[in-house]
């Protein structure tokens, strides 16, 4: 039931339910289509790059020169066609504080060590580990990232951002001053403009990207009308020249690494984790799988070569994937086509870029919030496990009032722990008495996995002082898991031994004869024993043919 959220969200942006298996044939209309998306995901880049570098502290060119090359290298390398990567508010965020302590400077020499260490990342293969992101966590991330895309728009309503503080939190945008009378209504009748263009285009014709014609339509009325609103320009200029190489200007030493390696671990863990849950939702949406590895190779490379040319290093950014997405890009060539686009803007077209309106790409952001909130989330909460709801809203609250990273290390965490639990319940004994030769025997057939969680309840399952002087073990419909089930094992072969009765296991694999010590020449071999691998380090077993067992 959680997977129909994903795929109502795809409905509601017209992608075809249709998985491509082959490469995508380059007509001239999709071309065009490819091109025009590139366009305005570019436009929707630039106030996005340029609030973050400020929020980060940095000038607005780090945050624009962050975009083009992480964008661009993403584009080309990256495991998902039609991802879009840039500057993003989940690493401004961490940014800010040491821009405040050590400068500029340092923040490019983290982010060179931020990208190595996810190119590394990619290379050990670490980004099939996202795998282990359950379904209510990634709903939880969607539904948090497209509230922290809609709170990052309000500071566009404001005449005076809120102060600069080390460490904002979720709620610190609303300190600014906020415009007042005639000229909010403006702003929001602009911005009401746009998100209509933008639904009513696709009825009218799909020549032309929606998000684009409403973006086009409004600045076309602003200029010529000559309307009084904020604009691009007033939040910065955007021109400058091509990114120049620049070995970051710190001093290598240890004192350097011990400053900027805590920043690059978190920065490299929460740009991954964005980049690789992004790469999950496009792929659930247009159905492709894989690539995580190459993805983490990309960004890596990206924000490596940033560090080298003065950016402020990035990583996948929700919304503007879906602007592309819902623009109707698929292939490489929307992405490239924006990192171009927005280094044009930088050298030659800032002065047409600065008059758009900030209420157009306002109104772009808030349409790519409604769909990006998974609003079917809201509807299966009364249906799905009340542990999954839980989840979904937890994570979605730690995103919005902490970060990303967090969110989901702990909804990974709460749902591995309830998975844990209701395991653990499942551990049960249908029990027999066979008449034998040498006398009654009884037979535990044991039903549920053995582990950390059942081992104490797998110990109440035994009756050692009122069964018979022999007794079987059945593991045939169990699974032993770890450590602490042999351990477990160990436990209950000592017991009947202490008691004086006969115990024999049946149905365990090769691994458990190998690393059960006491109880080991306690089992029975058969043809129908399991061949499953143990989660058990191999140290013990190492640990153990050492000691001469």
Not at 131 to 146: E, T
Not at 160 to 171: E, R, S
Not at 217 to 230: E, K, M, N, Q, S
Request: charged share 15%; with cysteine; aromatic share 8%.
């Amino acid at each position: 039931m959680i997977r129909t959220a994903l795929s109502d969200f795809a409905d509601r942006i017209n992608i075809p339910a249709r998985r491509r298996t082959g490469p995508m044939t380059f007509t001239p209309a999709r071309v065009k289509t490819e091109v025009l998306a590139g366009l305005t995901v570019a436009l929707a880049l630039v106030p996005e790059a340029v609030a973050f570098a400020l929020v980060a502290g940095v000038a607005p060119l780090v945050g624009l020169y962050a975009a083009f090359i992480v964008g661009l290298i993403t584009a080309v390398m990256g495991g998902r066609p039609g991802m879009i990567s840039g500057a993003t508010g989940a690493l401004a965020v961490v940014m800010v504080g040491l821009v405040a302590l050590h400068g500029v400077e340092y923040l490019f020499a983290t982010v060179v060590l931020m990208g190595i260490l996810q190119i590394l990342a990619g290379i050990f293969r670490l980004g099939k580990f996202i795998r282990l992101v359950p379904h209510p966590v990634m709903l939880g991330f969607v539904n948090g990232l497209a509230i922290v895309i809609g709170m990052a728009q309000l500071s566009q309503f404001q005449t005076t951002p809120p102060p600069k503080v080390d460490h904002p939190g979720p709620f610190h945008i609303l300190n600014g001053e906020w415009m007042q009378g005639s000229q909010l209504l403006l702003m929001l009748a602009l911005v009401a403009l746009t998100m209509f263009l933008i639904w009513v285009t696709p009825k009218i014709t799909k020549a032309i990207p929606a998000p684009l014609a409403g973006i086009g339509i409004v600045a076309a009325l602003v200029i010529g009308f000559g309307i009084d609103v904020r604009t691009v320009g007033d939040m910065s200029s955007i021109a400058g020249g091509l990114p120049e190489f620049h070995i970051p200007m710190v001093p290598i030493n240890l004192e350097t690494i011990q400053i900027i390696l805590p920043y690059a671990v978190i920065l490299a863990a929460i740009g991954l984790i964005e980049s690789l849950l992004t790469l999950n939702l496009v792929g659930e949406i247009v159905e492709e799988r894989g690539g995580a590895s190459q993805e983490c190779v990309a960004q890596g490379i990206a924000n490596t070569v940033t560090g080298f040319f003065g950016g402020m290093g990035g990583c996948a950014m929700i919304g503007q994937s879906m602007i592309n997405i819902k623009s109707g890009a698929r292939t490489r060539l929307s992405g490239i086509t924006a990192a171009l686009f927005l280094l044009a803007f930088i050298l030659f077209g800032s002065g047409l870029i600065e008059r758009i309106p900030l209420a157009a790409l306002v109104g772009v952001m808030f349409m790519v919030v409604i769909g990006t909130f998974a609003w079917e989330s809201i509807k299966i909460m009364a249906r799905v496990p009340k542990i999954d709801a839980f989840v979904i809203v937890l994570v979605t609250v730690v995103t919005v009032w902490h970060d990303l990273a967090v969110a989901v290390v702990v909804g990974v965490i709460v749902s591995a722990l309830a998975y844990a639990w209701n395991a653990s319940r499942r551990i049960d004994a249908r029990t027999e008495i066979s008449n034998e030769p040498g006398g009654d025997t009884k037979v535990y057939r044991l039903e549920g996995p053995l582990f950390f969680g059942s081992a104490e309840g797998f110990s109440e399952l035994f009756d050692v002082k009122g069964d018979p002087d022999n007794v079987i073990v059945d593991f045939d419909n169990s699974r032993v898991v770890d450590q602490s089930a042999l351990q477990a094992i160990e436990a209950l072969a000592a017991k009947y031994q202490a008691a004086g009765k006969t115990l024999q296991l049946r149905h365990l694999t090769p691994d458990c004869h190998d690393l059960l010590t006491n109880a080991g020449q306690l089992m029975v071999d058969s043809d129908d024993d399991p061949e499953y691998g143990l989660a058990v380090d191999y140290g013990i077993r190492l640990g153990r043919l050492g000691s001469g067992h």
